[in-house]
Nanobody, 126 residues
Framework: QVPLVESGGGSVQAGGSLRLSCAAS????????MAWFRQAPGKSREGVAD???????TYADSVKGRFTISRDNAKNILYLQMNNLKPEDTAMYYC????????????????????WGQGTQVTVSS
C-alpha cells in the first residue's frame, strides 16, 4: 500500500490558485505532524508548510500569506491551498509525514520526515 498520495497539481498562470491534496492511508493518521515540501529541478528539497498535532502551522517565509495548510481528519486528507501563485513556486510538491524529531527546530527539515508521497507537479507560468 502507498501511505501518501498527492494530487491537485497542474499548470496555472501567475496569480492563479491551486489546491493540493494528500491522501493518507488508514495506518498513517493525520493527527500526526505532516508537511508539504517542494523541489525544483537542480535545487534541494525545501519545506513549504507544516501542521502539527495540535493544529499549529509553520510556513516558509516565501509562501506566508499565500499558502494555507489544513487537514480533514475524518477523511484523512491533508491540503495545501495555494493562492497568488508565482513562477518561483514551480516545483514538484511532496506530502511528508512520520515526523520523528523531538525539537521544533526540525520542522520543515526534510530529514525529519520519514514517509513521503510520490509528488504532484505544480507549474506556474508568467
Amino acid at each position: 500500500q502507498v501511505p501518501l498520495v498527492e494530487s491537485g497539481g497542474g499548470s496555472v498562470q501567475a496569480g492563479g490558485s491551486l489546491r493540493l491534496s494528500c491522501a493518507a492511508s488508514g495506518y498513517l493518521e493525520l493527527k500526526y505532524r505532516m508537511a508539504w515540501f517542494r523541489q525544483a529541478p537542480g535545487k534541494s528539497r525545501e519545506g513549504v508548510a507544516d501542521i502539527g498535532v495540535d493544529g499549529t502551522t509553520t510556513y516558509a517565509d516565501s509562501v506566508k500569506g499565500r499558502f494555507t495548510i489544513s487537514r480533514d481528519n475524518a477523511k484523512n486528507i491533508l491540503y495545501l491551498q495555494m493562492n497568488n501563485l508565482k513562477p518561483e513556486d514551480t516545483a514538484m510538491y511532496y506530502c511528508a509525514a512520520d515526523f520523528l524529531a523531538r525539537e521544533k527546530s526540525y520542522i520543515l527539515r526534510s530529514a525529519a520526515y520519514r514517509t513521503w508521497g510520490q509528488g504532484t507537479q505544480v507549474t506556474v507560468s508568467s
